[in-house]
């Protein structure tokens, strides 16, 4: 994605302003999910996404997403419980929910056989979208991701990068006003992960709202404002992305020493592990003083030459979650 | 925004007017169809070619070989009498051929998300692909009597029951194929029903012979066969002769089509096969 593309300015992090009038642009309500093999993947899953949101739903694998996820999308049916996209309920108004939507699903699921052009034209059809409207927007979208250089080619040649892009160019097909990104970036390199980021930001940036699934924490961190975490198919959590990174009151570091021959120093507060002969790592509460270790450390011959932080401040606060059931403050 | 569907209210709750959605499903319905038509026409040496290969095998064997020794049936030469027969089997088998390959595919390829996630109604998804078989099975028909024109000469007798007659079957087998499309777990479960019914079917159908010529009982198992029917009324539109009247044949046809529109139907929207 070049630099200076249209769709490249990020999405301001603040609050939503949400006019009191304003339906949500997801509300679900109990939702339920017990499959013909009596597995419960929904145990009455609540929630409320705000128009224009970009909001992270985690959880790790069988937590219930990709059931949620399917329902939203029509792919599931529910077993009891309702879900309501911009006021329309899934059971009511399913093709004016489906109208609503955009889904980029965690599967490659487009007909490799045809091409990228055919593909996102095909698909504005099933959408009522006129074929001359279509065209334009197929180019405009392809073009966007940068793929229009593949347009026309079968799709079973492209990568593996190449072939997320078209998913996102595709469910942008029918332009909807809520889009639903199911581990969109999984299995893609950093480069191409970093321009599909800036993209759909730029699509939040114009109002629509995105709902993300991700394996990969920082990408949640660095991108949505909100976020849910589901697990055993319920919510664990649901709030902002700052005020639960607030509740994180614990760090970790890694410290790369010099020095370190004999017994760790006992320092007060700060749990010390060896890792090698050249790595500590440090985990202290996240008022701690950090000047306080280092002078610990020079006071026991030991040299930091350099540190990092041991894991992603979102990904520590999930562990916790899915591990124990939720911490509250 | 031009073109599209969408027309929020102020509040941010979406509404759409009937009109919008009639004109929406039209546009969605000529988009499946034409989807359809392209793949076939995108395969023709799987779709077009090998009918034609087989049924010039049928007449060289059956009407030349065979039925120089056979002599007249009803009044015409074997060839003439077994050339409607065989029009219509070709056209129910590459309609049922081709809605259960394009359906069940899209199934095994997971593709089919794209039409469940849409804003389609059920009927739209089922006539489009019923189109698009429905056209195979059509072009297969004209490829066909084509052949049989280098073989004999033929004088449409009835064009307005031979042209709602192939429509007729040719919808039939589609909504039947659609059906077992759904239902199909592997790429044996769209082979199954071909080989163990509808081969059979069509060949006790009355496509080589005439069904009077049967004794009682069979003469009477075979009137429950549909395919019978098909071929007779598709043989009276040609030749002006039939087994059956014709307007039972309508008749059954039509009570075939219904059931099997309304039971596919009410598999799609319960998501049989398709949906968790």
């Given at each position: 994605?070049?630099?200076?593309?249209?769709?490249?300015?990020?999405?301001?992090?603040?609050?939503?302003?949400?006019?009191?009038?304003?339906?949500?642009?997801?509300?679900?309500?109990?939702?339920?999910?017990?499959?013909?093999?009596?597995?419960?993947?929904?145990?009455?899953?609540?929630?409320?996404?705000?128009?224009?949101?970009?909001?992270?739903?985690?959880?790790?694998?069988?937590?219930?997403?990709?059931?949620?996820?399917?329902?939203?999308?029509?792919?599931?049916?529910?077993?009891?419980?309702?879900?309501?996209?911009?006021?329309?309920?899934?059971?009511?108004?399913?093709?004016?929910?489906?109208?609503?939507?955009?889904?980029?699903?965690?599967?490659?699921?487009?007909?490799?056989f045809?091409?990228?052009?055919?593909?996102?034209?095909?698909?504005?059809?099933?959408?009522?979208?006129?074929?001359?409207?279509?065209?334009?927007?197929?180019?405009?979208?392809?073009?966007?991701?940068?793929?229009?250089?593949?347009?026309?080619?079968?799709?079973?040649?492209?990568?593996?990068?190449?072939?997320?892009?078209?998913?996102?160019?595709?469910?942008?097909?029918?332009?909807?006003?809520?889009?639903?990104?199911?581990?969109?970036?999984?299995?893609?390199?950093?480069?191409?992960?970093?321009?599909?980021?800036?993209?759909?930001?730029?699509?939040?940036?114009?109002?629509?709202?995105?709902?993300?699934?991700?394996?990969?924490?920082?990408?949640?961190?660095?991108?949505?404002?909100?976020?849910?975490?589901?697990?055993?198919?319920?919510?664990?959590?649901?709030?902002?992305?700052?005020?639960?990174?607030?509740?994180?009151?614990?760090?970790?570091?890694?410290?790369?020493?010099?020095?370190?021959?004999?017994?760790?120093?006992?320092?007060?507060?700060?749990?010390?592990?060896?890792?090698?002969?050249?790595?500590?790592?440090?985990?202290?509460?996240?008022?701690?003083?950090?000047?306080?270790?280092?002078?610990?450390?020079?006071?026991?011959?030991?040299?930091?030459?350099?540190?990092?932080?041991?894991?992603?401040?979102?990904?520590?606060?999930?562990?916790?979650?899915?591990?124990?059931?939720?911490?509250?403050? | 925004?031009?073109?599209?569907?969408?027309?929020?209210?102020?509040?941010?709750?979406?509404?759409?007017?009937?009109?919008?959605?009639?004109?929406?499903?039209?546009?969605?319905?000529?988009?499946?169809?034409?989807?359809e038509v392209h793949r076939m026409l995108r395969i023709w040496t799987q779709t077009l070619v090998p009918p034609a290969i087989t049924?010039?095998?049928?007449?060289?064997?059956?009407?030349?070989?065979?039925?120089?020794?056979?002599?007249?049936?009803?009044?015409?030469?074997?060839?003439?009498?077994?050339?409607?027969?065989?029009?219509?089997?070709s056209?129910?088998?590459n309609?049922?051929a081709n809605?259960?390959s394009s359906?069940?595919?899209?199934?095994?390829?997971?593709?089919?998300?794209?039409?469940?996630?849409?804003?389609?109604?059920?009927?739209?998804?089922?006539?489009?692909?019923?189109?698009g078989a429905?056209t195979r099975g059509l072009l297969v028909?004209v490829i066909v009597?084509?052949?049989?024109?280098?073989?004999?000469?033929?004088?449409?007798?009835?064009?307005?029951?031979?042209?709602?007659?192939?429509?007729?079957?040719?919808?039939?087998?589609?909504?039947?194929?659609?059906?077992?499309?759904?239902?199909?777990?592997?790429?044996?479960?769209?082979?199954?029903?071909?080989?163990?019914?509808?081969?059979?079917?069509?060949?006790?159908?009355?496509?080589?012979?005439?069904?009077?010529?049967?004794?009682?009982?069979?003469?009477?198992?075979?009137?429950?066969?549909?395919?019978?029917?098909?071929?007779?009324?598709?043989?009276?539109?040609?030749?002006?002769?039939?087994?059956?009247?014709?307007?039972?044949?309508?008749?059954?046809?039509?009570?075939?089509?219904?059931?099997?529109?309304?039971?596919?139907?009410?598999?799609?929207?319960?998501?049989?096969?398709?949906?968790?």
């Amino acid at each position: 994605m070049p630099a200076d593309s249209a769709l490249s300015q990020p999405a301001s992090r603040g609050p939503i302003a949400t006019p009191a009038r304003e339906v949500p642009a997801l509300e679900v309500v109990d939702l339920r999910k017990t499959y013909a093999s009596g597995v419960q993947a929904l145990k009455g899953v609540s929630l409320a996404v705000a128009q224009g949101d970009f909001f992270a739903l985690l959880g790790p694998n069988g937590a219930g997403k990709s059931t949620l996820i399917g329902i939203l999308s029509s792919l599931v049916n529910p077993t009891s419980g309702d879900a309501r996209v911009f006021g329309l309920s899934i059971h009511a108004d399913r093709g004016g929910v489906m109208r609503q939507i955009g889904l980029v699903p965690q599967e490659i699921n487009f007909n490799q056989f045809e091409t990228p052009f055919e593909i996102c034209v095909n698909v504005a059809g099933f959408y009522g979208i006129p074929r001359v409207t279509a065209r334009v927007r197929a180019e405009k979208y392809l073009k966007e991701l940068r793929i229009w250089d593949k347009a026309h080619q079968a799709t079973r040649m492209m990568s593996g990068g190449m072939k997320r892009r078209l998913m996102i160019a595709r469910a942008m097909m029918n332009e909807p006003r809520l889009l639903i990104l199911d581990e969109p970036t999984a299995g893609v390199d950093i480069e191409i992960r970093r321009s599909m980021w800036q993209f759909i930001t730029g699509i939040n940036a114009a109002g629509t709202t995105v709902i993300l699934t991700t394996h990969y924490l920082e990408e949640a961190e660095q991108l949505c404002r909100n976020i849910a975490i589901i697990d055993h198919g319920g919510i664990v959590e649901n709030t902002s992305m700052r005020h639960l990174l607030s509740k994180l009151d614990v760090q970790s570091f890694v410290l790369d020493v010099t020095g370190l021959d004999g017994q760790l120093p006992r320092l007060d507060g700060v749990t010390l592990t060896r890792r090698d002969a050249q790595t500590l790592e440090a985990e202290m509460p996240s008022t701690h003083n950090l000047n306080a270790l280092f002078a610990g450390l020079t006071a026991s011959g030991i040299t930091v030459t350099s540190m990092r932080t041991k894991t992603n401040r979102l990904e520590q606060l999930f562990m916790r979650l899915v591990e124990h059931d939720g911490i509250r403050p | 925004m031009s073109g599209d569907v969408r027309e929020p209210l102020a509040a941010g709750v979406a509404t759409y007017p009937r009109a919008t959605r009639t004109r929406a499903n039209l546009v969605a319905l000529g988009t499946i169809t034409r989807r359809e038509v392209h793949r076939m026409l995108r395969i023709w040496t799987q779709t077009l070619v090998p009918p034609a290969i087989t049924m010039t095998l049928y007449f060289v064997i059956f009407g030349k070989v065979i039925g120089s020794r056979v002599g007249e049936m009803q009044g015409f030469t074997y060839m003439q009498y077994i050339v409607p027969g065989l029009v219509m089997m070709s056209i129910i088998n590459n309609c049922y051929a081709n809605i259960t390959s394009s359906f069940f595919g899209s199934k095994f390829g997971r593709y089919v998300e794209e039409l469940l996630a849409s804003p389609m109604p059920s009927w739209v998804v089922l006539t489009g692909y019923v189109a698009g078989a429905v056209t195979r099975g059509l072009l297969v028909g004209v490829i066909v009597l084509g052949i049989a024109l280098f073989f004999t000469s033929l004088h449409i007798a009835h064009p307005f029951v031979a042209l709602t007659t192939v429509v007729l079957g040719a919808t039939i087998f589609s909504l039947a194929g659609f059906i077992n499309a759904m239902f199909a777990k592997r790429f044996d479960d769209i082979a199954i029903v071909p080989t163990f019914v509808l081969a059979p079917l069509t060949y006790l159908g009355g496509v080589f012979y005439s069904v009077n010529m049967l004794g009682s009982p069979w003469r009477e198992v075979s009137l429950a066969n549909p395919i019978l029917y098909m071929v007779n009324a598709f043989r009276y539109g040609i030749l002006g002769v039939g087994d059956v009247p014709v307007w039972t044949a309508y008749a059954v046809m039509l009570a075939f089509a219904i059931g099997l529109a309304l039971v596919a139907l009410w598999l799609l929207h319960r998501g049989v096969g398709l949906r968790s």
